[in-house]
């Protein structure tokens, strides 16, 4: 294999990848909404809560016929559907609090927030930061996901390594890496 390079990432001969990057507060808010909304977990929860509304409406109409009027079940449509929509918008506006107030806990250069350096080969994930540095093997991720902003290399079912597409040259470059980084996943399975 010749060697490529793709400023600020690199393939090198023997098949490894290199990326540095920053990793912002911008950057982890984004990931904790992907995590939220392509949860298993939380899709699951999701789906047993509006399974629970709908059975509570279903017993509240039925508790109430006959219908008096239709001007009282108009209420009751009414009533309903602003509490299904502040529900949803009380849900969002409190989950979205809780990750900036965690997100605004987190210290530059203490973990998270700051200089991120990872290597990817046959072997594993490498990655340093300002405080430790860790490796995993591939049997050791759990899998890779991206999207059109980053890429995430699951360590756990919960927790990521987040690789902005920002830090790659060009797309092409991003995707390269996350190709490279799936197939060694791909060859340990």
């Given amino acids: 294999m010749a060697a490529i390079w793709l400023e600020p990432f690199t393939i090198l001969p023997m098949a490894m990848a ?9 950057d982890l808010f984004a990931f904790q909404l992907y995590a939220l909304k392509n949860s298993p977990t939380v899709k699951k929860f999701a789906r ?20 008096r009027s239709t ?5 009751f449509v009414l009533a309903v559907g602003t ?9 969002r506006a409190l989950t979205r609090r809780a990750i900036t107030d965690q997100i605004n806990r987190e210290l530059p250069e203490k973990g998270q927030l700051g200089r ?19 490796r995993v093997a591939w049997a050791g991720i759990d899998r890779i996901e991206r999207n059109e902003d980053a890429i995430f290399i699951y360590t756990t079912p919960h927790a ?28 340990q399975k």
């Fill in 160 to 187: 990521a390594l987040m690789i902005p597409r920002r830090a790659f040259a060009t797309p092409e470059a991003a995707d390269s890496f996350a190709e490279l980084a799936e197939s060694y996943l791909r060859a």
């Fill in 83 to 91: 509490f299904i929509l502040l529900s949803w918008l009380f849900t």
């Fill in 18 to 26: 290199e990326i540095d990057y920053e990793l912002t507060r911008d």
């Fill in 48 to 67: 047993r809560t509006r399974v629970m509304y709908g059975v509570v409406i279903v017993i509240m109409a039925a508790l109430m016929t006959p219908w």
């Fill in 116 to 134: 991120h350096h990872i290597a990817i080969d046959e072997t594993g994930v490498f990655e340093s930061t300002a405080v430790g540095e860790q």
């Fill in 71 to 75: 001007l009282a079940l108009a209420a």
